[in-house]
């Protein structure tokens, strides 16, 4: 059993993000998240949404311009929660965005693992 210590956090941790690909098999990415309290990731989430672009009133919905907005909030959001992944290719925010672009269930399971760790403590299946 683990001894707790407060006050002593990591500096990050890692985790193999697992994710249904297209195909039917299973992808993965060995990920080492930055960590963030509880309250630091509230913050962090509160940050996010207060710097979220809006639409302007009237405008014509796009959702090919949607799915573009998505991809690069997705890769912005990643690029400030991950240290490394063990991927060959550069972690980027170009890179990011082809990922959430090309395999948007990975990002999807990145952020949900990121989010049960900081919310509640643990890392799941």
Same mark, same amino acid.
């Given at each position: 059993?683990?001894? $707790?210590?407060?006050?002593?956090?990591?500096?990050?941790?890692?985790? &193999?993000?697992?994710?249904?690909?297209?195909? #039917?098999? !299973?992808?993965? $990415?060995?990920? !080492?998240?930055?960590?963030?309290? /509880? !309250?630091?990731?509230?913050?962090?989430?509160?940050?996010?949404?207060?710097?979220? @672009?809006?639409?302007?009133? #009237?405008?014509?919905?796009?959702?090919?311009?949607?799915?573009?907005?998505?991809?690069?909030?997705?890769?912005?959001?990643?690029?400030?929660? $991950?240290?490394?992944?063990?991927?060959?290719?550069?972690?980027?925010?170009?890179?990011?965005?082809?990922?959430?672009?090309?395999?948007?269930?990975?990002? &999807?399971? $990145?952020?949900?693992?990121?989010?049960?760790?900081? !919310? @509640?403590? /643990?890392?799941?299946?």
């Amino acid at each position: 059993m683990a001894k $707790i210590k407060l006050g002593s956090r990591p500096k990050s941790f890692s985790k &193999v993000v697992k994710f249904p690909m297209l195909d #039917g098999s !299973t992808g993965a $990415i060995n990920v !080492t998240f930055k960590y963030r309290t /509880r !309250t630091e990731f509230g913050e962090f989430i509160d940050a996010l949404l207060a710097g979220a @672009e809006k639409s302007p009133e #009237g405008a014509e919905f796009s959702m090919e311009e949607l799915m573009h907005k998505a991809a690069g909030s997705n890769a912005d959001y990643l690029l400030q929660v $991950i240290e490394a992944w063990d991927l060959d290719e550069d972690l980027n925010r170009a890179n990011l965005q082809q990922l959430s672009d090309e395999v948007p269930a990975a990002v &999807v399971a $990145i952020m949900d693992i990121y989010r049960s760790a900081c !919310t @509640e403590g /643990r890392l799941g299946n």
